[in-house]
RNA sequence: GGCGCCGUAGCCAAGUGGUAAGGCAGAGGUUUGCAAAAUCUCCAUUCGUCAGUUCGAUCCUGACCGGCGCCUCCA
């Protein structure tokens, strides 16, 4: 293995050296169940959906646990806004999200640990920073003491004391009166005797954030994860309390590598759920096929923030988001191609000793060298883009009069469809049924129907073999103004809706 | 106030101290009854501005202009 990545904990990049160097333990923040996946949420996931797939292509063992936040404030408060049991609601968008993370695309992680089963190690693990003295009780709540981490502010590159307090603007002044130092975290929150909580120690509570994922990675995954991951808006404060509240629990180091990936945006601004800009995975899905989301999200490194664009009418409703559309056209280019190479008769592939050219032979190894060099997906998707043209050139070359294809090019070519699946996670539905399903979408979209079109299509075959173009090309012109393009083939004329 | 990021062709976007990947759009060709698809060729003497270091800078340094993120909701 020879991936190089960049560590936010030491701002460079670097060899990623799991502690085991054929077993990577990976630990990547998930979701807080209130809400729909939006695309910031997506590209997250695709990300490091990718991460694992590039290691155990280099032939490593991954474990890759991503937990699911069950259990928190925003939560309850969605819950109490919509008049459900908070624990059905984060059931209800935990199913919802696992549904979404499949259709982008992404491996289930090995282990998805949830807060709500993890309480007896939250507790333990908040008590056992109390016995440390790097914890304390305040009125039912249970605090992180900050100080009594001297490393605090190591990942996100800050000292304590030139923070602004209350920046944000976000500062609770209750619980701020509660804290020693204002940079002091819950770790555990009173509840009411009624309210959604779990009896502890303390008292009936509910876990603060950031210990769950302390909690549930290390259990998992061990005290010393070898890759920690989430968007950046987690480096602080979310993973600079991790590494507090972990290595002050266990006096070892949390993790030796921490990942993070950058936003998506509208306008250049973040795309958040509190600025409300966001779109949601399944407002798209509705409009493009979630590979070409998938795809997108590749099209920039993961760490370079994603610029979102769209389309509106006059009347302000979105029309389109030509990104996605593009990237549908590559996806549907891709199928294509790889259609194309399966259906070569037998009779053309020949046994030959002609090289391969190399953007076929080469191609494997080029995207393994693009994805070492701290996942450069867009590199990866350029030798793609090398790749497919070059493949179908193959294929063009022999479906000529009296063309070949060597065999030994042509099972290059799948092995290269076969590393692109294992890689980056593209090209794994069934060419037929994905091309299908991109065209009857645009025609349903354009509100045509698949018979009428056919109809007409059966009536230019007709007039074709009678020779008869004037009328072919009057229908293919009606067809064509419909957005409608015909394609005249050996085995027919089929059809698809123009880009 | 502290920490950090970004500015590359009409658009999107990689990248390197030695002369700018890839995609979209555009122009022309091959192919086709005509098309479409596929493919080929062309398409940034130039990388926000100005200085400096260097034999040489888009890439290093400094200043400036413009945009953005974080400093207890966040992927």
Redesign the pocket.
Known sequence: MNVRLYNTLT?QKEPFEPADPNHARVYV????VYDYA????A???VVYDVLVRHLRSDGIKVTYVRNI?DV???ILKRAAETGTEPTELATRFAEAYSEDMHRLGNLDPDIEPRVSTHLEDIVALVQRLIDGGHAYLADGDVYFSVESFPEYGKL????LG???????????DA??AR?R??????LWKKSEDDAWGWESPWGRGRPG??IECSAMSMKHLGDTLDLH??????????HENEIAQSEAATGKPFSRCWM??????VD????????GN?FTARDLFDRVEPEAIRYFMM???Y?????L?WNLDEAGNVTGF??FE?AE??V??LY??KK?LAGLPLKRVVDSDALSPTEIAGFSEALRESLD??L?M??A??K???F??????L??EAMR?KGKAPRSSVEQAKAGFRALEAELGLGAEAAELILLRIRDRRAKASGLEAAKIERRIAE?TEA?KSED??E??RI?GEL?ALGV?????PEG?SW?M??
Not at 181 to 186: I, R, T
Not at 260 to 265: A, D, L, R, S, T
Not at 485 to 489: I, Q, Y
Request: charged share 35%.
């Open positions: 701002g923040c998930g979701p807080t939006h695309l910031g949420h590209r997250c996931y936040t928190d404030d925003k996100s590159h800050r000292e030139k923070m602004k307090v209350g920046a944000s603007d976000r500062l609770d619980q701020t804290k130092h204002p940079a002091d975290f819950a954030w950031h991951g989430g968007g950046l808006d987690l480096v602080f404060p979310h993070h990936n950058g936003f998506v945006e250049k601004e973040k795309m958040s759920k509190s600025l966001f099209t920039v490194h760490r370079a923030p994603l610029n664009d030509p990104q593009e056209r590559r549907a280019y294509k191609t194309r060099d701290d450069n867009p590199i998707l350029a793609l883009a090398e497919l043209k070059a493949v179908n050139e294929c063009d009069k230019r074709r173009f004037g072919a090309d293919r064509a393009e015909l394609l005249d083939g004329t698809t123009a880009d």
